[in-house]
C-alpha cells in the first residue's frame, strides 16, 4: 500500500456502497498512496478494513483529520460535505465531493475528465463530481458535440435502486420476496425516503426521483439539466429529462434524443465516432441483438453506448441507450479519475 512519493489520501464516508467502491477503485489503479485515512460519521467509526492484507481502523471525520492530507475524496452525504470540505482545504487537502453539495457553485469546476478535464486548472481546493446519470450521459455526447455540434437533448433515465442507497437495495430484495411468497410489506424507502408516501420498487417502475420543484421536474432532473450545460460550458443548450426508478440492482440506463447543429449527418457516422471515443464501448448490433445493458456493465469503468438511429422525422435529431455502472463512472470511478487528472496535470503538490 505504502508507496514512496505517493500521496496522504482520505476517504470520507468510507463505509458506504461509494466509499468502498472509492477503495477498491484507489486499489485497481495503483494510486499512488503513502497513507490512507479512513473516515466515516461517529456511528460508523472504529469499525476495521482489511485492504490489501492491511487492517485500517475507520476514524470519526472532524476538521482536524485532514491535517497532512493531500486529497480527500468525499460521499457522505451533502451535510457532511459542506461542514467539512472547506475544513479539509483550509489544512491543505484537495477535495473531490461526489454530492451535489458544491456542484453549482459559481467557482467550483463540475468535472468529467474525458468532457472538461482542463476545468481542473480553475479549482480554488473543491472539485465537483457531478450527478450518476449525467456523467454516463455527457460521456456520450461530448464526441458527438465537438464534431457535429449539439442543440437539443431530451433524456429519459431508468435508474438502479444502488443510486438510493443500501436501503434502497435492501428493500427491493425484501419486496421482491415477499410478493413471490405472497406475503404482506410496507414501502419505507423509495421514492424519496424522508417524504411522505413510499410505494413498492419490486415489479414496479417509479417516475420520481428525488424531490418535486415548483416547476414539476423532480431535483434529480434538473441535476440533469443544470449540470449537462455546466460541465459543456453551453448555457443556451436545450436539455429536458425524466428520471424513473426501476427494480434493477445496478447500472443506469439512459434513453437519451439529441438534436446536432450539422445538416445530413447519418447514424453511421455517429457510431464511427463513438468507436473511438474515450470511456465509451459501442455495443450496437441490432442483427445480432447487441446492445448495453445494465446486468453486463456491473464493475466496470466504462460507458456503453448502442441502439444509434437517425430520428424518422428530424433530419439533425438521433436516439441512443446509453448504460454505464452508476457506482463506478457515476462515481467513485469518476472522482479517482479526477484524482489522476490532477496528478496528470501537476495539480497535486509534490512530495
Not at 431535483?219 to 453551453?234: A, F, S, V
Amino acid at each position: 500500500m505504502k508507496q514512496q512519493n505517493g500521496y496522504n489520501v482520505a476517504v470520507v464516508g468510507a463505509t458506504g456502497a461509494v466509499g468502498q467502491q472509492m477503495i477498491e477503485t484507489l486499489m485497481k489503479r495503483n494510486f499512488p498512496i503513502e497513507k490512507l485515512t479512513l473516515l466515516s460519521s461517529a456511528r460508523s467509526a472504529g469499525t476495521t478494513k482489511v485492504i490489501n492484507g492491511i487492517e485500517y481502523t475507520v476514524e470519526e471525520a472532524t476538521p482536524e483529520s485532514f491535517k497532512g492530507v493531500d486529497i480527500a475524496l468525499f460521499s457522505a452525504g451533502g451535510n457532511v460535505s459542506k461542514e467539512l470540505a472547506p475544513e479539509a482545504v483550509k489544512h491543505g487537502a484537495i477535495v473531490v465531493d461526489n454530492t451535489s453539495a458544491f456542484r453549482m457553485g459559481e467557482n467550483i469546476p463540475l468535472v468529467v475528465p474525458e468532457v472538461n478535464e482542463s476545468d481542473l486548472h480553475h479549482h480554488s481546493g473543491i472539485i465537483a463530481n457531478p450527478n450518476c446519470s449525467t456523467i454516463q450521459m455527457v460521456v456520450a455526447l461530448e464526441p458527438i458535440r465537438q464534431k457535429f455540434g449539439l442543440k437539443k437533448v431530451i433524456v429519459s433515465t431508468y435508474q438502479a435502486v444502488s443510486g438510493a442507497g443500501a436501503v434502497a437495495i435492501e428493500e427491493l430484495k425484501e419486496q421482491t420476496k415477499a410478493i413471490i411468497n405472497q406475503e404482506q410489506f410496507e414501502a419505507k424507502v423509495l421514492p424519496v425516503k424522508g417524504d411522505e408516501k413510499h410505494y413498492q420498487i419490486a415489479f414496479n417502475a417509479i417516475p420520481q426521483i428525488d424531490k418535486f420543484q415548483e416547476n414539476g421536474f423532480t431535483y434529480e432532473e434538473m441535476k440533469m439539466i443544470n449540470e449537462t450545460k455546466k460541465i459543456m460550458h453551453m448555457p443556451a443548450l436545450q436539455v429536458s429529462a425524466t428520471c424513473v426508478r426501476l427494480p434493477v440492482e445496478t447500472g443506469h440506463s439512459e434513453s437519451v434524443y439529441f438534436e446536432v447543429e450539422k445538416e445530413g449527418i447519418t447514424a453511421e457516422e455517429i457510431k464511427d465516432l463513438l468507436k473511438n471515443a474515450p470511456g465509451v464501448v459501442l455495443q450496437d448490433d441490432p442483427a445480432n441483438q447487441l446492445y448495453p445493458m445494465p446486468a453486463h456493465c456491473v464493475g466496470l469503468n466504462d460507458v456503453f453506448v448502442g441502439r444509434i438511429r437517425k430520428d424518422l422525422d428530424e433530419d439533425k435529431g438521433f436516439h441512443m441507450w446509453v448504460v454505464s455502472d452508476n457506482l463506478l463512472k457515476g462515481a467513485a470511478w469518476n472522482s479517482v479519475q479526477i484524482a489522476e487528472s490532477l496528478m496528470k496535470l501537476g495539480l497535486l503538490k509534490e512530495k
